[in-house]
């Protein structure tokens, strides 16, 4: 009887710290978005010319602008109804990050923000120049 009391304690307890942990994960998924430290180096492969920038606008166009906003604000037509609140990529939170940090932030996604690993290397690196051409 003892044992079986005791058992039933130790299951709670295993209850209680798993449901701490999955709260916990889910509670830092909303957190501070960090890219991988090692992405830090990566260069921007593209050198940067009108050609680069007018195929960024494009790509924006098509497919970042309604979360993002037409200035990169995070204020598109979409963003009200999401659950978190897309990048303002003017923010010098954005804009102090690293290239190869955007470059993986673009290609992974996380929450709301799509991955964009179907566009092209060059189409997400174009991003990045794009980007930083919002810098104030
Ligand atoms: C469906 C809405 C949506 C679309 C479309 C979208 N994004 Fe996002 N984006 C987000 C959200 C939401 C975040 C913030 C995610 C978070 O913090 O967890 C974000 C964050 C980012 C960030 C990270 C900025 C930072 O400082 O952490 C970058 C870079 C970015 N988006 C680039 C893009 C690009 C480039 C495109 C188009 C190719 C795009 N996004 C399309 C919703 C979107």
Redesign the pocket.
Known sequence: MMARRCSVKVVAAAVAVLATLALGGLVSA?GK?EAPPDVKKLKNPLPKSDKVLAQAKK??ET??V???GPKGLGDGP?AAA?P????N?TSP??QS?ADGE?FW??TNG?????P?KH?SENDRWT?VHF?RTLKK
């Open positions: 909303q978005w790509i924006f497919n970042c309604a979360c993002h979409a999401l978190v609140k897309p990048a990529w939170a954005t990050e955007l932030k673009i996380r929450g709301p923000m799509p964009w566009l991003m980007i």
